[in-house]
Nanobody, 123 residues
């Protein structure tokens, strides 16, 4: 089992950057794939990015590709999401998720969730 805590959210102007962190506690963090989802007010939670447990391969939603970068530091049990060129439509609560195995783009593919961190991008 793994527990996840997100940090790094805040208010930023359009075009700015933020780096989110997902700190994990529990055993064998390196065996979990980790992903980021986001949820805007009144909308469903949507997939943003994920990083595999083995070869550190990353995948991104089209909406963030080229602007967001996911990375992990297993020695620190932490996954990061570097967000650049932020847009107002990136506003929402960002959630970290983990799964023992292959990541997917659906929320039901993930077994563990953090509480989320708010990101607000002003125009």
């Amino acid at each position: 089992q793994v527990q996840l805590v997100e940090s790094g959210g805040g208010l930023v102007q359009a075009g700015g950057s933020l780096r989110l962190a997902c700190a994990a506690s529990g055993r064998a963090f390196s065996m979990y794939a980790v992903g980021w989802f986001r949820q805007a007010p009144g909308k469903e939670r949507e997939y943003a990015a994920a990083i595999s447990r083995s070869d550190y391969s990353a995948s991104y939603a089209d909406s963030v590709k080229g602007r967001f970068t996911i990375s992990r530091d297993n020695a620190k049990n932490t996954v990061y999401l570097q967000m650049n060129s932020l847009k107002p439509e990136d506003t929402g609560v960002y959630y970290c998720a983990a799964v023992w195995g292959t990541p997917g783009s659906q929320t039901t593919d993930w077994g563990y969730w953090g509480q989320g961190t708010q990101v607000t991008v002003s125009s």
